[in-house]
């Protein structure tokens, strides 16, 4: 909601249409420009109008009807979403159920006529004068998204790492706007989607508008920036100075302070509830949203502070004949909002007070002309208890310059002379007098409670900013201690390995010595040793944790420990490494033995090689070893001969079967 209450120091657009309709082709627009003094005509296009003000920022763009500036309501949306953060759409007839715009120009004193031109002149002088609604269709909440500026492409060796160059990237520039966000001293809240390498994208709620963001919208290197106000659910009609309206005021004291304003047509305005204000911060937020007409309470007898209160605005008072019980409040408030019981209670003793008075209201509102304001009336007739008629003949009296009263109030005559009316007017006027220079008082007391606000609002923001200082340190030093406690546990892990791989190495040098050396050490007298290396059962695990610890390679002597129970795959496993010799405990499967066979890998049982072993290592003799393959083909010899026999033999049985069938 604008606070502001006078006339603008900046520039207004009065906007009306010339010529052709937004719906058609080419409207043409008369434009007045109006900065509180000057006046500038012009006719432009719709295009070259949305330039105008993309260029210079006027503070307000004014019109009688914004659908003469947008076909629906979804191009006026997206003319809202157009125009700069500064500049403001005001419609100046009302909200969504407007007035003519020559009953709005005679009720506040503005030069009319039904011509293009002068509508647009009429439209900028009301704004300017804050009368009219602002249209918004977006809050003051905008939405900052930072996300990758490129594709991450369609494949190849180098896409991972680009990817997570770019994710990087997104989340170093996230980084940099949070930090851009925290020096500006703007709430925000933050939302990433982590991702390989960083960040995918990463948003930014910012309790601001666009223009008060110190980050730009744009594209640069890996990432983009992309920044949108939030949407309203609908298009909302906001008043330029509702400050000004007479409202009647609900209040509920107490430990928690509740204050509801409500309209003279019953809209509720505004609530509002705070445990710290006292009596003279309830005052100032009244005077900045009102002018109390009547100060109601939801109990009887009214309240010493409420009483307080309705003499300081010298308002007429209301309470209901006895307290208001709980379910009636619930009832009157249904289709307000509140945040709590105060809030409820205030808004309906408010309610409540504007039921009591509504007909007096509507009487009130038949009798008074268009051009003379309502509340005005209202006021001085429910507070000063003043008929209708007497107030019409006072205002009609001040707006011609004075009268016969006012001359005979300046001869000061005698007072049986004065009419009833003209003592009543007198009094009236002395305290119209008081009211203002309590009025000039409580402005003074408002500045001062200003300046104290601007200063504890620099000290709140130099705390604010130290503890965000502080948060991010905090921060820095978490991540830094799990970090640590991170590398720590790699460190451990990599002496682990590193202790496994030594015990490896020095297994790996020992059978390096017994192939390379004489191995003295543990041959004694004996010498032409040969290593051994031992699988503990004939299975694939064995063969692979056997491979893994001292490595198997062509020409080896293995050593079965356990040669039962293997199969084909074991077998052929077994075959693939091409030992010189194997040394078996047990017997082989038929199946393994075969594969063996057939591969030509010589099998001796462990009996024939005197095997000496030392720790995991074990040596035999090259003779041993000779004698024991040796002793294999020897087998193997005659096994082949044996089946070649056993072939041959099938052959002639097979051939003398057929030549019996032949016979038969």
Known sequence: MTTRTGALDAVVYGVDVQSGDVRGDSPAYALVIFDGESLERDVVSHRKLLRLIERETPAIVATDNVFELAADKDSLIHLLGALPDETMLVQVTGDERPEPLSRVASRHGVPYEKKPMAEAEASARLAAANVGYEVSAFTDTTALKVARGRSTGKGGWSEDRYTRRMHGAVKRRAREIGRELDDAGLEYERDVTEKYGGFSNAVFTVA???????????????????????????????????????????????TTTAVALVGLDGQVLDVFSSRTVDAAGVTEWIIEHG?????????????????????????????????????????????????????RDALAAALSAFDSHEDQFERIRAKVPPRIEVGTVVARVVAGEESVETVLEDLATDQ????????????????????????????????VERLEDHREDLKATIADKDDRIDDLEGQLRSVRNEERREVRKDREVTRLERETERLERELESARETNDELEDKLDRLKELWKLDHSNVADVAGDRQDLVSVKVIEQFTRDAIETADENVGLVTDDVLLLRDASGAGTSTAELLVDIEPRL???????????????????????????????????????????????????EARAEQRRSEKNAEMVDQLISEHRAGERGEGD
């Open 582 to 632: 194997v040394l078996r405990n047990g017997g082989l499967s038929d199946a393994a033995d075969e594969i063996l066979f057939e591969a030509g890998i010589p099998v001796a049982p462990a009996e024939m090689v005197d095997v000496d072993e030392v720790d995991e290592l074990a040596v035999a003799t090259a003779g041993d070893i000779e004698a024991a393959i040796e002793d294999w």
């Open 208 to 254: 601001a508008r666009p223009s008060d963001i110190p980050v730009s919208a744009g594209r640069g290197g890996d990432t983009r920036v992309e920044i949108e106000r939030e949407r309203r659910d609908g298009i909302e009609y906001r008043p330029l100075a509702r400050r000004r309206d007479h409202v009647l005021v609900g209040v509920d004291p107490g």
């Open 400 to 431: 011609s310059g004075g009268g016969d009263s006012e001359d005979q109030g300046d001869e000061e005559p005698a007072e049986p002379e004065r009419t009833p009316a003209e003592r009543e007017i007198s009094r009236l006027r002395a305290r």
């Open 291 to 343: 002018r109390p007409v009547v100060v109601a309470a939801d109990v009887t007898p009214m309240p010493e502070t409420v009483e307080k209160l309705r003499r300081s605005f010298d308002a007429a008072g209301w309470t209901p004949t006895s307290d208001l019980p709980v379910d009636e409040k619930l009832h009157r408030t249904r289709e307000a909002g509140y945040d709590n019981d105060h809030e």
